[in-house]
C-alpha cells in the first residue's frame, strides 16, 4: 500500500496580484504511488496547473509563492532542497510536459538537439551516443524518420509530433515520475488518441509513475488508476477510477459527470452546473462549491468541510457524507 | 421534402500562398474543396473535423466573410455569390455568426451593450431608445443581466462573453447561424449551459444552425444532421443517430472510435488510425482520405469519390461502396 | 442613464461638430493671416486647435466611458512613478500657460543685477566700483527678486525657465502630434489597404528612417533660416516612421481578431470598421509611443539650441543651456537650471509612457 514516491502534504500556493491574494492551492495533500496514473481533474482556475508547477518549485515568483506544505521525493523535502538539487531532480528524475507544444519547443534549435539536451545534460553523455539514445526515443514515441525528423526545426513540425518530441525530451533521462499539464489539450481527437496510447505505455512497460493533470474526464477515464477532482484550490474528492465514475460523492463531481454530452445519446437538455467558477480571491468562508451546489446545508455556508473517508482511498469534502 | 434555407454547390475555397518580393503566386492552400451540401430551415446541420479540415473557413465563406474561389451558395433561392456589397447587408440580417474565442470576439474597448446593439445601428433599426429596449430584452433572453450593459469585456466570465456573442448575433433576428466551435474554449459546466442556450434559442425562434466544432460529442448534443470533413471535403453526411451509429466512412469510423468517452469501463481500444493529415497545398490524388486508411484499395489512389447518396439520407465518399 | 442622454445631444454629431469650429477657426486664422495682420500669433490658433481636439477626441470620450477611464485610471495608477510623472507634466502645463503672466519678461537686461545666484545660495563676484574704478569682489547673495538668480546679461532665470517650458512643450506635443497623424494614417491605410499599396508604402517609411534626422535638421535650419516652426514641421515630418511601423503591425494583427470578423458579419461597412474598431484600439499604442516621443522632440530641440542652430527669437531651455555653459564656473546655476527642468521633463514623460503602456497592457492583467 504505502509505496507511495511523492508525497504531497498540505502544500499551499499562493498568487499575490493587485486586486488580493489568490489561493490557487489551498492546503492539497496526496500521494503519488509507484507505476501509477494519478489524474488531477478540474476545471480552469481549479489550482491543479499550480499544484503540479508547485512540485518542482516552477511557479512563476513574482507573483506567485508557496506558502507552506511539503513535496517529499524519497525522504527529501523538494521545497527546502537547494536550486542546484533541484536542477538535478528537474528533467531527470521528474521530468514535466506542458499543454502547449508550440510554445515549449524553442523555435531556434531543431528538434533533435532539443531531445539531446536534457540527456547530455544529466546523462553526461558524449555527441553520438546522446543520438542514438535520442533517436530510440524518437522511435519509441512514434515518430517516423526520426534520423530525418532530427534535424527539422520545431516550425516544420506538426502539433501531434511536436507533443510527441515533447514527450521524447522528457523521457530522455528515464525519469522516475512524469508530470503532464493537459498533454492532450491542444491536439485533435485522433492525434490525442494516438499520445494517449504513448502514455499507456509508458505505465505499463516501464512502471513510470506518472501525474496526469486535465479537465477532461474522457482523458481521465481511459488512463487513471486513480483521480484526485479539484475545485477552488482544494481537492473536492478523491478516490479510485471506479469510485469517482460509478461512486461518486461530491456534488461537484456529480455536476462534472452529468454535463458532459455523450456519443450514444442526444439528451433532451443537458444539466449544467449553475453558477460561474468562483474568483479565488476572498473565497467564501464555507464551502467554495457552496454556491453553486443545489444539496447545501446551512454548516456548508460556516465551515470548510474537512476530507472524510468513504472506503479505503476515496475520500471526499462534503458534510453530506459526514 | 424539407424546406432548404440554404444550400451550398461545389463551394471551393482556396488560399493562395506566395513567395518573393513581388508576392509570385506559387501554390493554393485548399482549404474548402468542392463542398455541397443544404441546411433546412430551422434544423441543426453539424460540421465536425479536425483542424485544418477547412470546416472554419466554409464557415466563413458561406457567409461571403471570405469570397469563395467558385462555386454557388443559394439563400432562400438567391444567388448570393455574386451578390454586391449592398445586397450582402440584407444577407447580414438573415444570417449570422458566432464566434470561437469569446475573448476575441468582442472590441475590448465597447461595452457589452454597445457591442449587441452595434447591428441594429449598422442597419438604423429603430431609433436609440427602441435600441436600448432590444439591447435590454436580448440580455434578458441569453441570460445575462442589465447591468452587464455598461460592462466591458474584460470584466465578464468566459461564458457570459460568449452569451454576449450570442446577443449580438441574435440582434438582427436572423434565420441562420453559424456558430464555429462556440463552446470549445470553455469550461465543461459552463459549455453545458452554453449547449442549453444555442439549443433553446433554435426552439424559440426557429433558427437553422451550422454547428461547426471539432468534437463529436458535443455535435451531437445540437446536431439533427452532421457532416463530416476531411482535407477540404465532405467524407460522410448522414442524420445524428445513423452517423453515430452506422458510420460508414472509415474516417468517420476512426473518428469515432477515438472519442474518450467518460467510462472506465468502455475496453481501450487503439486507434486504427496512423499518420497524420497530409497538407492541403497537395492533397493526396485520388481519396484525400487514402494514405491513412485502413481499408485502402488501388482504385482509392487514383479516383476521387464522389459523395452519394446511400439509403435514406445516408452521403458518404468512399469507394467500398461502389 | 445621464451617460446615454449626453451622448445623445452630442454623440452622433461629435465629427460633425468639430469640423465645422475647426472650419471656424481656420476662416478666422486666414482672416488674421491675410486681412487684419497678426493680431495673435499662429501658436495661439494652434492653441485652440489643440484644445478642441482634446475636448472632442480626448475629455468626451473619457467621459462617455467614465468606467473605462477609471479602470485605465486604476491600473495607471499602480505606477507610483507614472503618477509622479503626470504630476510634474500637470505642473508643467500650468506653468506654460500661466507662468508668463505672473513672471517677469524673459528678454529684459538688467546689467546691475547680472550673474545674481538663486536664493539661498551666494556667489562671489567681481563688480566694477565706480568711485575707486576698481574691480572689488564681493559676496552676493541671491535674492527673492531673482529667485532662481539671473544670468550674465541680467536677465530673470525663473522667467527664462518659465518661457523655456512654454517652447519646450509646444515643440514637443506640435512635432509629436504632427507625426503621429501622419503615422496613424499611414500605417491605418498600409495595413487596410494591403498588397502593393502597403508594399509601397512600407519602402517609403524604410527610406524616411534610414534618413539621417539631424542632418536634415540641420540642413533646413541652415536653408531657412532657424525658426521655430520649421523646427516642428521638420521633426514631425521625419520623426513619424516608428509610430507607422507599429501602427500598420498593430491593426494588422487587429484585422485577424475576431471581433473585426463579428462586425463585419453584421454588415458594417469598411469605414466603420476602420474608424470604430480599428482605430481606437490602436490608439492605446499610439497614446504611448506619443508619450514616449515627446521627450525625444524636447531633447531634439534643445540640442539644436544648444549648438546654435535654435531659433534665437524664442527663450528656450536650451538656449539658456547654452549661453549658461560659458559661464559654468562663476555662474554654475544658469546651465544647470535648464539643465534639471530637461532632466525632470524628460524623465517624466518617459515615466508617465511606461505607466500608460502597462496600464493598456492585456497581458499585464494579472
Same mark, same amino acid.
Given at each position: 500500500?504505502?509505496?507511495?514516491?511523492?508525497?504531497?502534504?498540505?502544500?499551499?500556493?499562493?498568487?499575490?496580484?493587485?486586486?488580493?491574494?489568490?489561493?490557487?492551492?489551498?492546503?492539497?495533500?496526496?500521494?503519488?504511488?509507484?507505476?501509477?496514473?494519478?489524474?488531477?481533474?478540474?476545471?480552469?482556475?481549479?489550482?491543479?496547473?499550480?499544484?503540479?508547477?508547485?512540485?518542482?518549485?516552477?511557479?512563476?515568483?513574482?507573483?506567485?509563492?508557496?506558502?507552506?506544505?511539503?513535496?517529499?521525493?524519497?525522504?527529501?523535502?523538494?521545497?527546502?532542497?537547494?536550486?542546484?538539487?533541484?536542477?538535478?531532480?528537474?528533467?531527470?528524475?521528474?521530468?514535466?510536459?506542458?499543454?502547449?507544444?508550440?510554445?515549449?519547443?524553442?523555435?531556434?534549435?531543431?528538434?533533435?538537439?532539443?531531445?539531446?539536451?536534457?540527456?547530455?545534460?544529466?546523462?553526461?553523455?558524449?555527441?553520438?551516443?546522446?543520438?542514438?539514445?535520442?533517436?530510440?526515443?524518437?522511435?519509441?514515441?512514434?515518430?517516423?524518420?526520426?534520423?530525418?525528423?532530427?534535424?527539422?526545426?520545431?516550425?516544420?513540425?506538426?502539433?501531434?509530433?511536436?507533443?510527441?518530441?515533447?514527450?521524447?525530451?522528457?523521457?530522455?533521462?528515464?525519469?522516475?515520475?512524469?508530470?503532464?499539464?493537459?498533454?492532450?489539450?491542444?491536439?485533435?481527437?485522433?492525434?490525442?488518441?494516438?499520445?494517449?496510447?504513448?502514455?499507456?505505455?509508458?505505465?505499463?512497460?516501464?512502471?513510470?509513475?506518472?501525474?496526469?493533470?486535465?479537465?477532461?474526464?474522457?482523458?481521465?477515464?481511459?488512463?487513471?488508476?486513480?483521480?484526485?477532482?479539484?475545485?477552488?484550490?482544494?481537492?473536492?474528492?478523491?478516490?479510485?477510477?471506479?469510485?469517482?465514475?460509478?461512486?461518486?460523492?461530491?456534488?461537484?463531481?456529480?455536476?462534472?459527470?452529468?454535463?458532459?454530452?455523450?456519443?450514444?445519446?442526444?439528451?433532451?437538455?443537458?444539466?449544467?452546473?449553475?453558477?460561474?467558477?468562483?474568483?479565488?480571491?476572498?473565497?467564501?468562508?464555507?464551502?467554495?462549491?457552496?454556491?453553486?451546489?443545489?444539496?447545501?446545508?446551512?454548516?456548508?455556508?460556516?465551515?470548510?468541510?474537512?476530507?472524510?473517508?468513504?472506503?479505503?482511498?476515496?475520500?471526499?469534502?462534503?458534510?453530506?457524507?459526514? | 421534402?424539407?424546406?432548404?434555407?440554404?444550400?451550398?454547390?461545389?463551394?471551393?475555397?482556396?488560399?493562395?500562398?506566395?513567395?518573393?518580393?513581388?508576392?509570385?503566386?506559387?501554390?493554393?492552400?485548399?482549404?474548402?474543396?468542392?463542398?455541397?451540401?443544404?441546411?433546412?430551415?430551422?434544423?441543426?446541420?453539424?460540421?465536425?473535423?479536425?483542424?485544418?479540415?477547412?470546416?472554419?473557413?466554409?464557415?466563413?465563406?458561406?457567409?461571403?466573410?471570405?469570397?469563395?474561389?467558385?462555386?454557388?451558395?443559394?439563400?432562400?433561392?438567391?444567388?448570393?455569390?455574386?451578390?454586391?456589397?449592398?445586397?450582402?447587408?440584407?444577407?447580414?440580417?438573415?444570417?449570422?455568426?458566432?464566434?470561437?474565442?469569446?475573448?476575441?470576439?468582442?472590441?475590448?474597448?465597447?461595452?457589452?451593450?454597445?457591442?449587441?446593439?452595434?447591428?441594429?445601428?449598422?442597419?438604423?433599426?429603430?431609433?436609440?431608445?427602441?435600441?436600448?429596449?432590444?439591447?435590454?430584452?436580448?440580455?434578458?433572453?441569453?441570460?445575462?443581466?442589465?447591468?452587464?450593459?455598461?460592462?466591458?469585456?474584460?470584466?465578464?466570465?468566459?461564458?457570459?462573453?460568449?452569451?454576449?456573442?450570442?446577443?449580438?448575433?441574435?440582434?438582427?433576428?436572423?434565420?441562420?447561424?453559424?456558430?464555429?466551435?462556440?463552446?470549445?474554449?470553455?469550461?465543461?459546466?459552463?459549455?453545458?449551459?452554453?449547449?442549453?442556450?444555442?439549443?433553446?434559442?433554435?426552439?424559440?425562434?426557429?433558427?437553422?444552425?451550422?454547428?461547426?466544432?471539432?468534437?463529436?460529442?458535443?455535435?451531437?448534443?445540437?446536431?439533427?444532421?452532421?457532416?463530416?470533413?476531411?482535407?477540404?471535403?465532405?467524407?460522410?453526411?448522414?442524420?445524428?443517430?445513423?452517423?453515430?451509429?452506422?458510420?460508414?466512412?472509415?474516417?468517420?469510423?476512426?473518428?469515432?472510435?477515438?472519442?474518450?468517452?467518460?467510462?472506465?469501463?468502455?475496453?481501450?481500444?487503439?486507434?486504427?488510425?496512423?499518420?497524420?493529415?497530409?497538407?492541403?497545398?497537395?492533397?493526396?490524388?485520388?481519396?484525400?482520405?487514402?494514405?491513412?486508411?485502413?481499408?485502402?484499395?488501388?482504385?482509392?489512389?487514383?479516383?476521387?469519390?464522389?459523395?452519394?447518396?446511400?439509403?435514406?439520407?445516408?452521403?458518404?465518399?468512399?469507394?467500398?461502396?461502389? | 442613464?445621464?451617460?446615454?442622454?449626453?451622448?445623445?445631444?452630442?454623440?452622433?454629431?461629435?465629427?460633425?461638430?468639430?469640423?465645422?469650429?475647426?472650419?471656424?477657426?481656420?476662416?478666422?486664422?486666414?482672416?488674421?493671416?491675410?486681412?487684419?495682420?497678426?493680431?495673435?500669433?499662429?501658436?495661439?490658433?494652434?492653441?485652440?486647435?489643440?484644445?478642441?481636439?482634446?475636448?472632442?477626441?480626448?475629455?468626451?470620450?473619457?467621459?462617455?466611458?467614465?468606467?473605462?477611464?477609471?479602470?485605465?485610471?486604476?491600473?495607471?495608477?499602480?505606477?507610483?512613478?507614472?503618477?509622479?510623472?503626470?504630476?510634474?507634466?500637470?505642473?508643467?502645463?500650468?506653468?506654460?500657460?500661466?507662468?508668463?503672466?505672473?513672471?517677469?519678461?524673459?528678454?529684459?537686461?538688467?546689467?546691475?543685477?547680472?550673474?545674481?545666484?538663486?536664493?539661498?545660495?551666494?556667489?562671489?563676484?567681481?563688480?566694477?566700483?565706480?568711485?575707486?574704478?576698481?574691480?572689488?569682489?564681493?559676496?552676493?547673495?541671491?535674492?527673492?527678486?531673482?529667485?532662481?538668480?539671473?544670468?550674465?546679461?541680467?536677465?530673470?532665470?525663473?522667467?527664462?525657465?518659465?518661457?523655456?517650458?512654454?517652447?519646450?512643450?509646444?515643440?514637443?506635443?506640435?512635432?509629436?502630434?504632427?507625426?503621429?497623424?501622419?503615422?496613424?494614417?499611414?500605417?491605418?491605410?498600409?495595413?487596410?489597404?494591403?498588397?502593393?499599396?502597403?508594399?509601397?508604402?512600407?519602402?517609403?517609411?524604410?527610406?524616411?528612417?534610414?534618413?539621417?534626422?539631424?542632418?536634415?535638421?540641420?540642413?533646413?535650419?541652415?536653408?531657412?533660416?532657424?525658426?521655430?516652426?520649421?523646427?516642428?514641421?521638420?521633426?514631425?515630418?521625419?520623426?513619424?516612421?516608428?509610430?507607422?511601423?507599429?501602427?500598420?503591425?498593430?491593426?494588422?494583427?487587429?484585422?485577424?481578431?475576431?471581433?473585426?470578423?463579428?462586425?463585419?458579419?453584421?454588415?458594417?461597412?469598411?469605414?466603420?470598421?476602420?474608424?470604430?474598431?480599428?482605430?481606437?484600439?490602436?490608439?492605446?499604442?499610439?497614446?504611448?509611443?506619443?508619450?514616449?516621443?515627446? %521627450? &525625444?522632440?524636447? !531633447?531634439?530641440?534643445?540640442? #539644436?539650441? /544648444?549648438?546654435? =542652430? $535654435? @531659433?534665437?527669437?524664442?527663450?528656450?531651455?536650451?538656449?539658456?543651456?547654452?549661453?549658461?555653459?560659458?559661464?559654468?564656473?562663476?555662474?554654475?546655476?544658469?546651465?544647470?537650471? %535648464? &539643465?534639471?527642468? !530637461?532632466?525632470?521633463?524628460? #524623465?517624466? /514623460?518617459?515615466? =508617465? $509612457? @511606461?505607466?500608460?503602456?502597462?496600464?493598456?497592457?492585456?497581458?499585464?492583467?494579472?
Amino acid at each position: 500500500m504505502n509505496n507511495a514516491i511523492l508525497q504531497i502534504n498540505e502544500l499551499k500556493t499562493y498568487f499575490f496580484t493587485r486586486l488580493g491574494v489568490v489561493k490557487a492551492v489551498d492546503g492539497v495533500s496526496f500521494d503519488l504511488r509507484k507505476g501509477e496514473c494519478l489524474c488531477l481533474v478540474g476545471e480552469s482556475g481549479c489550482g491543479k496547473t499550480a499544484t503540479a508547477l508547485s512540485i518542482l518549485r516552477l511557479v512563476d515568483s513574482p507573483p506567485g509563492r508557496i506558502m507552506g506544505g511539503a513535496v517529499m521525493y524519497h525522504g527529501e523535502d523538494l521545497l527546502q532542497s537547494t536550486g542546484a538539487r533541484l536542477r538535478q531532480i528537474r528533467g531527470n528524475r521528474i521530468a514535466m510536459i506542458f499543454q502547449d507544444p508550440q510554445s515549449s519547443l524553442n523555435p531556434v534549435f531543431t528538434v533533435g538537439d532539443q531531445i539531446m539536451e536534457p540527456i547530455r545534460l544529466h546523462l553526461k553523455l558524449g555527441q553520438r551516443p546522446a543520438r542514438e539514445r535520442a533517436l530510440s526515443l524518437m522511435a519509441q514515441v512514434g515518430i517516423p524518420q526520426a534520423k530525418e525528423r532530427m534535424k527539422y526545426y520545431p516550425h516544420q513540425f506538426s502539433g501531434g509530433m511536436k507533443q510527441r518530441a515533447m514527450i521524447a525530451a522528457a523521457l530522455s533521462c528515464d525519469p522516475e515520475i512524469l508530470i503532464a499539464d493537459e498533454p492532450t489539450t491542444a491536439l485533435d481527437t485522433t492525434i490525442k488518441a494516438q499520445i494517449l496510447d504513448i502514455f499507456r505505455d509508458l505505465k505499463q512497460q516501464k512502471d513510470m509513475s506518472i501525474l496526469f493533470i486535465t479537465h477532461d474526464l474522457g482523458t481521465v477515464a481511459g488512463i487513471a488508476d486513480r483521480i484526485i477532482v479539484m475545485y477552488g484550490g482544494r481537492i473536492a474528492e478523491a478516490g479510485s477510477v471506479l469510485d469517482i465514475f460509478d461512486r461518486p460523492k461530491h456534488p461537484y463531481t456529480w455536476g462534472l459527470l452529468n454535463c458532459l454530452p455523450t456519443i450514444s445519446e442526444r439528451r433532451e437538455k443537458m444539466t449544467p452546473i449553475p453558477g460561474v467558477i468562483p474568483s479565488l480571491i476572498d473565497p467564501p468562508q464555507g464551502c467554495i462549491f457552496y454556491p453553486r451546489c443545489q444539496w447545501h446545508m446551512p454548516v456548508c455556508q460556516e465551515k470548510r468541510p474537512e476530507e472524510f473517508v468513504i472506503s479505503g482511498e476515496h475520500i471526499v469534502a462534503c458534510y453530506l457524507h459526514k | 421534402m424539407v424546406s432548404k434555407l440554404l444550400e451550398v454547390e461545389n463551394l471551393r475555397k482556396y488560399y493562395p500562398v506566395t513567395a518573393g518580393l513581388l508576392a509570385r503566386h506559387v501554390a493554393d492552400v485548399k482549404a474548402v474543396d468542392g463542398v455541397s451540401f443544404f441546411i433546412a430551415e430551422g434544423e441543426t446541420l453539424g460540421l465536425v473535423g479536425e483542424s485544418g479540415c477547412g470546416k472554419s473557413s466554409l464557415g466563413r465563406a458561406l457567409l461571403r466573410l471570405e469570397e469563395p474561389t467558385s462555386g454557388q451558395i443559394i439563400y432562400r433561392e438567391n444567388d448570393i455569390t455574386s451578390w454586391s456589397k449592398q445586397q450582402l447587408k440584407e444577407l447580414r440580417r438573415e444570417a449570422q455568426m458566432i464566434f470561437q474565442d469569446p475573448q476575441s470576439s468582442l472590441d475590448p474597448r465597447m461595452t457589452i451593450g454597445d457591442s449587441i446593439g452595434e447591428a441594429l445601428l449598422i442597419h438604423g433599426v429603430g431609433t436609440e431608445k427602441e435600441r436600448l429596449e432590444r439591447v435590454a430584452e436580448l440580455l434578458q433572453r441569453v441570460g445575462l443581466e442589465q447591468g452587464h450593459a455598461t460592462r466591458y469585456p474584460h470584466e465578464l466570465s468566459g461564458g457570459q462573453k460568449q452569451r454576449t456573442g450570442i446577443a449580438r448575433a441574435l440582434a438582427v433576428n436572423p434565420k441562420l447561424i453559424v456558430a464555429d466551435e462556440p463552446v470549445s474554449a470553455l469550461d465543461v459546466s459552463v459549455q453545458a449551459q452554453i449547449l442549453n442556450l444555442i439549443t433553446d434559442l433554435q426552439r424559440e425562434l426557429s433558427l437553422a444552425y451550422l454547428f461547426i466544432a471539432h468534437d463529436l460529442a458535443v455535435i451531437g448534443q445540437v446536431s439533427n444532421r452532421i457532416a463530416v470533413m476531411y482535407l477540404g471535403q465532405i467524407v460522410e453526411l448522414a442524420g445524428r443517430d445513423d452517423l453515430f451509429h452506422q458510420p460508414l466512412h472509415p474516417y468517420t469510423q476512426a473518428l469515432l472510435s477515438a472519442v474518450l468517452l467518460p467510462d472506465p469501463h468502455q475496453p481501450w481500444k487503439r486507434t486504427p488510425l496512423p499518420g497524420e493529415v497530409p497538407s492541403p497545398i497537395d492533397p493526396p490524388t485520388g481519396c484525400r482520405f487514402h494514405t491513412r486508411c485502413p481499408r485502402v484499395m488501388p482504385v482509392c489512389r487514383q479516383e476521387m469519390p464522389e459523395l452519394r447518396q446511400l439509403d435514406g439520407n445516408h452521403l458518404v465518399a468512399c469507394h467500398l461502396y461502389d | 442613464m445621464a451617460i446615454r442622454r449626453i451622448s445623445d445631444i452630442f454623440g452622433g454629431r461629435r465629427h460633425l461638430l468639430f469640423s465645422g469650429l475647426l472650419l471656424v477657426l481656420l476662416f478666422v486664422f486666414l482672416l488674421d493671416l491675410l486681412v487684419i495682420d497678426h493680431i495673435f500669433g499662429p501658436f495661439v490658433y494652434f492653441y485652440l486647435f489643440f484644445t478642441l481636439l482634446i475636448i472632442f477626441y480626448g475629455i468626451y470620450p473619457l467621459y462617455v466611458n467614465r468606467r473605462l477611464t477609471r479602470y485605465y485610471w486604476e491600473r495607471t495608477k499602480r505606477h507610483r512613478l507614472a503618477v509622479i510623472g503626470l504630476s510634474f507634466i500637470i505642473f508643467l502645463v500650468a506653468v506654460a500657460i500661466l507662468g508668463p503672466f505672473l513672471t517677469q519678461d524673459p528678454t529684459e537686461v538688467d546689467f546691475p543685477n547680472k550673474n545674481l545666484p538663486p536664493v539661498g545660495f551666494s556667489a562671489e563676484q567681481a563688480i566694477y566700483d565706480r568711485n575707486t574704478g576698481n574691480f572689488i569682489t564681493t559676496e552676493t547673495p541671491g535674492t527673492w527678486h531673482h529667485p532662481l538668480g539671473t544670468d550674465d546679461k541680467g536677465r530673470d532665470m525663473l522667467a527664462m525657465l518659465v518661457s523655456g517650458t512654454r517652447i519646450s512643450l509646444q515643440v514637443g506635443l506640435m512635432a509629436t502630434l504632427i507625426a503621429i497623424f501622419i503615422g496613424l494614417i499611414m500605417g491605418v491605410v498600409s495595413a487596410y489597404l494591403g498588397g502593393w499599396a502597403d508594399n509601397a508604402l512600407m519602402r517609403f517609411t524604410d527610406i524616411m528612417m534610414t534618413f539621417p534626422f539631424f542632418l536634415l535638421l540641420v540642413f533646413i535650419v541652415f536653408i531657412f533660416g532657424p525658426s521655430l516652426w520649421f523646427i516642428i514641421l521638420a521633426i514631425g515630418l521625419t520623426g513619424w516612421t516608428g509610430t507607422a511601423r507599429l501602427v500598420r503591425s498593430e491593426a494588422l494583427s487587429l484585422r485577424t481578431r475576431d471581433f473585426i470578423m463579428a462586425s463585419k458579419s453584421l454588415g458594417a461597412s469598411d469605414r466603420r470598421i476602420v474608424f470604430r474598431h480599428l482605430i481606437p484600439n490602436v490608439l492605446s499604442s499610439v497614446i504611448v509611443i506619443a508619450t514616449l516621443s515627446i %521627450p &525625444g522632440v524636447i !531633447l531634439a530641440e534643445a540640442a #539644436l539650441s /544648444f549648438i546654435g =542652430l $535654435g @531659433d534665437p527669437t524664442v527663450t528656450s531651455w536650451g538656449l539658456v543651456l547654452h549661453a549658461g555653459q560659458r559661464s559654468l564656473d562663476t555662474a554654475w546655476w544658469i546651465a544647470v537650471e %535648464p &539643465g534639471i527642468m !530637461l532632466f525632470l521633463t524628460v #524623465l517624466a /514623460f518617459n515615466f =508617465l $509612457g @511606461d505607466g500608460i503602456r502597462d496600464a493598456f497592457d492585456p497581458r499585464s492583467q494579472v
